[in-house]
């Protein structure tokens, strides 16, 4: 349980609630992103016609023939990419929740998490930095102003010092949109208070969440503590929640189908206020655990 598709499985299942999907698998490699028509094994004797969505992996395409087990599609179908696939890789056909809109719902949510007013974030350091006492303003090299929240603390080697210590720089500032003449990220890191010449600077800083780019980024390269990985599933399944009912509310397909009235006024709703309340308690919770490993600095 430490890649995306954990995390896209995860949703999957909160929003299925037990529900099984026809699964089918490629009888062949598709090499190419154009090819139009691909080999499913069973693909007769399923739920695949013309007019149904199928997907396979990431990639949903649009079924416009069938004959036997050669399935005509349009490939890319409804925003997803073009791509190549492997035999055996698993063909959902209709499925309710496509892969790769769970995928966009996931990194919205881990840049929804890095919101200010969530309060979740990873923290990382820049050590390339050597002081000069001549000098007053530091370019942040390799950084970009979207990467740097907020500094978090400037330290340094005191060589001095009998006992091993980082004595902080209390007084600095960040300035964001400088030119990039003078500082080639654009972020001036001014310091007000002096360090020991030729000594590296340890640069900590607020960092938004990474992003996933595939279905095999591990949680862990998000820089979302372990704590918290069960907050993306969260978020993806109440986004996708705002324009499809969760299984139980389904009209079309249940044990035996509902109709419409047998669905109260109010249910889906209740289903995505379920969510996101636990989803809040569960920020807050995790916005608290950081808090404590980072305290405001004092002055």
């Known amino acids: 349980m430490t890649t995306a598709q954990d995390w896209i499985d995860d949703t ?3 929003l299925l609630s037990g529900y099984v999907e026809e699964l089918l698998l490629l009888a062949s490699n598709i090499s190419s992103t ?3 028509a691909i080999e499913i094994t069973g693909a007769g004797d399923s739920g695949i016609v013309p007019g149904v969505i199928i997907e396979i992996n990431m990639e949903a395409m649009y079924v416009t023939a069938v004959a036997g087990s050669t399935v005509n599609v349009i490939r890319g179908y409804g925003g997803s990419t073009a791509a190549s696939h492997t035999a055996s890789d698993i063909c959902r056909v209709s499925p ?3 892969t790769y809109r769970i995928f966009d719902a996931l990194n919205n949510d881990l840049r929804d998490l890095t919101s200010p007013d969530n309060g979740i974030f990873q923290m990382k350091s820049l050590q390339s930095i050597t002081y000069n006492a001549a000098k007053q303003g530091y370019d942040l090299t390799g950084l970009t102003s979207e990467e ?3 500094i978090y603390s400037i330290t340094y080697a005191d060589p001095v010092s009998v006992e091993a210590r980082e004595p902080s720089i209390r007084k600095w500032e960040l300035k964001r949109d400088r030119a990039t003449g003078s500082f080639a990220s654009g972020l001036a890191l001014v310091l007000y208070q002096q360090a020991f010449p030729g000594k590296k600077l340890n640069v900590s800083y607020k960092s938004p969440l990474t992003l996933l780019t595939s279905t095999a980024s591990t949680k862990a390269s998000t820089g979302l503590l372990d704590t918290s990985y069960d907050l993306p599933p969260l978020g993806a399944a109440v ?4 324009s499809t009912p969760v ?3 389904f009209i079309d397909a249940q044990g035996s189908s509902r109709r419409a009235e047998e669905v109260p006024p109010g249910a889906i709703s209740a289903s995505i206020r379920d969510l996101s309340a636990r989803r809040d308690n569960r920020i807050a919770a995790e916005a608290q655990r950081l808090h404590a490993m980072y305290p405001p600095q004092r002055s």
Do not use: G, I
């Not at 986004?239 to 705002?242: N, S």
């Open 12 to 14: 999957r299942d909160m």
């Open 34 to 36: 154009t090819a139009t």
């Open 96 to 98: 309710k929740f496509p």
């Open 148 to 150: 740097v929240q907020s």
């Open 239 to 242: 986004a996708l929640l705002v």
């Open 247 to 249: 299984r139980r509310e």
